[in-house]
């Protein structure tokens, strides 16, 4: 059975640093994109970025490439999203995703969800 579980969520002063993580079980790493997602009260949900399967690359929405970073461990079977020099804007619930497949960039869709880490940025 497929499952996602996020945590690393709170509360952060503008400026600052978390980390979120992304536990996957019931398949492995190595043969799923992982996608970072993130919905804001009121707003449509947005993409933050990707890792794709087998060899790991990451991929981002221009807007957060430079702040955000998606990595692995494999060993852990966990996705880590890090983010650093938040701002207000980047208040959300975060979800992490998995979908199934092979190939460059990331996928148009996802079949398997977590139920999400609140990111509260404020002073």
């Known amino acids: 059975q497929v499952q996602l579980v996020e945590s690393g969520g709170g509360l952060v002063q503008p400026g600052g640093s978390l980390r979120l993580s992304c536990a996957a079980s019931g398949f492995s790493l190595d043969a799923y994109y992982i996608g970072w997602f993130r919905q804001a009260p009121g707003k449509a949900r947005e993409e933050v970025g990707c890792i794709s399967s087998s060899d790991g690359i990451t991929y981002y929405e221009d807007s957060r490439e430079g702040r955000f970073t998606i990595s692995r461990d494999n060993a852990k079977n966990t996705v880590y999203l890090q983010m650093n020099s938040l701002k207000p804007e980047d208040t959300a619930v975060y979800h992490c995703?998995?979908?199934?497949?092979?190939?460059?960039?990331?996928?148009?869709?996802?079949?398997?969800w977590g139920q999400g880490t609140q990111v509260t940025v404020s002073s």
């Open positions: 995703a998995a979908q199934h497949g092979y190939g460059l960039g990331c996928p148009e869709g996802y079949n398997y």
